[in-house]
T-cell receptor, first 114, second 113 residues
Framework: GAGVSQTPSNKVTEKGKYVELRCDPI?????LYWYRQSLGQGPEFLIY????????DSGLPNDRFFAVRPEGSVSTLKIQRTERGDSAVYLC????????????FGPGTRLTVL | AQSVAQPEDQVNVAEGNPLTVKCTYS??????LFWYVQYPNRGLQFLLK??????LVKGSYGFEAEFNKSQTSFHLKKPSALVSDSALYFC???????????FGAGTRLTVKP
């Protein structure tokens, strides 16, 4: 079956611009997570959705980052006024429910801010 | 807050030899432990997890891991390494009731023919 998909696979933007990154989870998965992976590091938690609501956004680094999941499936991570330090691979994962369920990851979007 | 340590940046083994990739963790509650593998330009692939029950967990591609509560470890093992096992391996932990999963920095495994 189809796994988690993310678009675009690569995004190059200029400092100060606005970007949107999309995640399409596995069908039927109610939980969706966003992570950020910088070079040489493990993924870092950003935000968790259960259904349409952001149940935990404690990992978002500042108010330039925002994410939505309006219909409980596709999610969009939005970054305003991008900075060079935002350059990283943004990973999305989904799981059937929360709890002990395994998170399945998408291939990621590599964001480069020039 | 929970945390994970992978003490080795790099592990090198010869094909056919056993391999171990180390992981230790710290949580205040019950640990949920995971291993993922990442191939170049690809997302993380799930290998195995420990939630409760038998301390020895068997996963994909012949990998297994042993949960050791007294040593707070969850080392990944395979009896006979393959060249195709060469990749970046991540250990991760969730503190039972928390939402976020904390990952280690990763260990690069290289299996030489």
């Amino acid at each position: 079956g189809a796994g988690v998909s993310q678009t675009p696979s690569n995004k190059v933007t200029e400092k100060g611009k606005y970007v949107e990154l999309r995640c399409d989870p596995i069908s039927g998965h109610t939980a969706l997570y966003w992570y950020r992976q910088s070079l040489g590091q493990g993924p870092e938690f950003l935000i968790y959705f259960q259904g349409t609501g952001a149940a935990d956004d404690s990992g978002l680094p500042n108010d330039r980052f925002f994410a939505v999941r309006p219909e409980g499936s596709v999610s969009t991570l939005k970054i305003q006024r991008t900075e060079r330090g935002d350059s990283a691979v943004y990973l999305c994962a989904s799981s059937l429910t929360r709890g002990t369920d395994t998170q399945y990851f998408g291939p990621g979007t590599r964001l480069t801010v020039l | 807050a929970q945390s994970v340590a992978q003490p080795e940046d790099q592990v090198n083994v010869a094909e056919g030899n056993p391999l171990t990739v180390k992981c230790t963790y710290s949580v205040s509650g019950n640990p949920y432990l995971f291993w993922y593998v990442q191939y170049p330009n690809r997302g993380l692939q799930f290998l195995l997890k420990y939630i409760t029950g038998d301390n020895l967990v068997k996963g994909s591609y012949g990998f297994e891991a042993e949960f050791n509560k007294s040593q707070t470890s969850f080392h990944l093992k395979k009896p006979s390494a393959l060249v195709s096992d060469s990749a970046l391996y991540f250990c991760a932990v969730r503190d039972g009731g928390n939402n976020d999963m904390r990952f280690g920095a990763g260990t690069r495994l290289t299996v030489k023919p």
